[in-house]
């Protein structure tokens, strides 16, 4: 009888190998508990003169900022990993598309992301006394869900990447701190550049990490002028086809491997 | 099916795939050439990995490519388990084309490759297996049952709950053919599972085989360890520098290098005499001496080594001179091997 191979199984059972690996190495504690610590920190020395709101508002930056950065690493690293690992050409032998394995790693890591951000808001909150309530806790667990999937969407788009080049390690490196600036994480961006501002908007998270912020302080006046339900429609549809695009470019970028003979290197 | 339409004896099997009758892989004129780019994308040389590969394995063969390094012997495993592209020619596995049919194809075959890779490291030896068994679609009810029985045969019961990176070399080699095997495929490709293994292991590995052998998969090896090969396979396809240079049984191969056969004499006295006349003789096609101590050793090439061996027998008494010892030597698999590939 043929193996039907189901998308589900192959999704979890990457996603649990990839959360067994992370735990594996101690060294895990430090992109995902001390680094945003420290981006906190930062923030509210930067805004030490500020309180509430704005406080609030710097707060979630740091946070944020952590899941950026485990998703956005986590997911190129995770893919580097099995060409230094040797493991990529075992698992590109495996019969279920690769867009599955991906999805199933970059989900982890976008989970691992999203604890993150959550410690860093418990640090704020009772070290820092950052504020006391979210303004709407339901649309605020909602738009960080949504923001969480977009994240991931984002993630298996540089996944493709990297396994087509080697050189993918070094795009991923460089392009974490522009998706920084670009989608409003560290200022707003009102302040960019028009062009820089178009990029944003068609970047998922861009729109998530608004939401996140209307939900969370009342006042917040969003850097987009939609309400929060339209930027969370806004961030699944450009999650929705950020997946597209990732499975579609897979299945080019694993021919492109095969006719190059490049899926081996590592 | 249309893609086998050269193939004349075609049926469906219990998987839905069609194949052929009698092979379970063959390859036509498989070539594949690497282009060598600089740091700009330009190329700046080729390599012909594979130039014109023409071979076919029948089902419950064991099969053995072996060659040197760079022979070429990693390219055709890729090709054949779908994870490179031939530059030109034909592959088919199981009867399916290995540019059309991946998924098909790689669900009834497993690969094993040489050396420290293919495993994660970081979780144990059981766990790999599983996540394994869950890449191919094997139902959790399946896998449970026959995951145990792999780690079992490939004797690492005991030692399935500790981390990869704690096992010996040969424990990880034995892993990781246990992890080809997690969703039972027909067909093995196994690419120089002894490498870097000290004897022990090694043979543990081709133990392994045997049974894989006898469990009725059809298994290619490579190899660059002719005694390896001689072993296991029932026919071996040497290939250097991308090309085949013979294709048969152990013991056709052995034949073919006949004319090696030496015979060796130990004599006392001045044999330069007899050294020369030997060498006139019809069958014989070198000769060497060598002194030794108080005695000189005369080696012979030649296809007939006892018909020689007698003749020269008579050459040393009516030189006066005496043989002490005689003795003559079947070329081994090894001296067929290394002048196939040094031709
Ligand atoms: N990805 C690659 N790019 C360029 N050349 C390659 C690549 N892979 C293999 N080669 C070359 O192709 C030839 C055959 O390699 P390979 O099939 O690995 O040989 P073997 O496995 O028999 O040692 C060698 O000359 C090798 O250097
Ligand atoms: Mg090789």
């Known amino acids: 009888m043929a193996l039907e191979v189901s998308r589900i199984q192959v999704v979890k059972a990457s996603m649990v190998l990839t959360a067994r690996n992370f735990f594996a190495d101690p060294q895990w504690v430090i992109p995902s508990i001390i680094a945003p610590f420290v981006f906190t920190l930062v923030a509210l020395f930067l805004f030490s003169n500020v309180t509430g709101p704005i406080l609030l508002y710097a707060v979630l930056g740091g946070g944020m900022m952590g899941m950026w950065g485990t998703t956005v690493y986590g997911s190129g690293e995770s893919i580097s990993f099995d060409r230094w690992n040797g493991t990529m050409e075992c698992t590109l032998s495996a019969p279920s598309p690769l867009i599955w394995i991906v999805l199933g790693r970059v989900i982890w890591n976008t989970l691992e992301g999203s604890i993150n951000a959550i410690f860093i808001l418990v640090i704020g909150f009772l070290w820092f006394r950052v504020g006391v309530s979210l303004a709407d806790p339901l649309l605020f667990a909602a738009s960080t869900f949504v923001t969480f999937l977009s994240l991931s969407a984002f993630g298996t788009l540089l996944a493709n990447v990297i396994v087509l080049s080697r050189k993918g390690g070094f795009i991923t490196n460089g392009i974490e701190i522009p998706v920084y600036i670009a989608t409003g994480t560290m200022f707003p961006i009102g302040l960019l550049p028009f062009y820089v501002g178009a990029v944003s908007y068609s970047i998922g998270p861009t729109w998530g990490i608004d939401a996140i912020r209307k939900a969370a302080i009342g006042s917040y006046v969003g850097q987009l002028p939609f309400s929060i339900f339209v930027d969370i429609a806004v961030t699944i549809i450009i999650t929705v086809v950020y997946f597209a695009m990732s499975s579609v470019l897979m299945v080019r970028v694993e021919k492109i491997a095969k006719r190059n003979g490049t899926l081996g290197d590592f | 099916m ?36 600089n740091f700009f994308g330009k190329v700046k040389s080729r390599t012909n990995a594979l130039s014109g590969l023409n071979i076919s394995i029948k089902y419950g063969e064991l099969f053995g490519i072996i060659g040197p390094n760079g022979a070429g012997k990693t390219t055709t495993i890729k090709i054949l388990s779908t994870l490179l592209l031939p530059t030109s020619g034909s592959a088919f596995v199981l009867g399916m084309d290995v540019t059309h049919d991946l998924y098909r194809i790689r669900k009834r075959i497993g690969i094993v490759f040489g050396g420290e890779r293919g495993l994660y490291n970081r979780v144990t030896g059981l766990q790999n297996l599983l996540y394994f068994s869950d890449l191919y679609g094997v139902p959790p009810s399946v896998s449970r049952k026959r995951v145990p029985e792999l780690i079992e045969m490939v004797g690492l ?110 004599v006392y006295g001045d044999s330069r005499a007899v050294s020369s006349s030997i060498s006139e003789l019809p069958s014989v096609s070198r000769v060497f001496s060598e002194d030794s101590g108080d005695r000189t050793i005369i080696r012979i090439q030649t296809p007939d080594g006892s018909e020689v061996l007698e003749k020269a027998k008579v050459i040393a008494s009516q030189n006066n001179v005496r043989i002490i010892e005689s003795s003559i030597k079947e070329p081994t698999l090894e001296d067929a091997y290394l002048r196939m590939v040094e031709e």
């Not at chain 2, 219990?14 to 390859?27: D, F, Q």
């Open chain 2, 157 to 266: 019961t005991g030692r399935e709950n500790e981390r990869v990176e704690k096992y010996s070399r040969g424990m990880k080699q034995r892993l990781h053919i246990a992890r080809a095997l997690v969703h039972d495929p027909e067909l093995m490709f196994l690419d120089e599972p002894t490498i870097g293994l000290d004897p022990a292991g090694a043979r543990d590995i081709r133990g392994i085989i045997k049974q894989l052998k006898k469990d009725g998969k059809s298994i290619l090896l490579t190899t660059h360890y002719m005694f390896e090969a001689d072993e296991l396979c029932e026919r071996i396809a040497v290939i250097s520098k991308g090309n085949l240079v013979a294709l048969d049984r152990p013991s056709g191969l052995k034949k073919q290098v006949r004319d090696i056969t030496l015979v060796e004499l130990h």
């Open chain 2, 2 to 37: 249309l893609l086998c339409v050269t193939h004349k004896r075609i049926y469906r099997d219990a998987n839905g795939g069609s194949r052929l009758a009698e092979y379970c892989v063959e390859t036509r004129d498989l070539r594949r050439e690497y282009l060598n780019r």
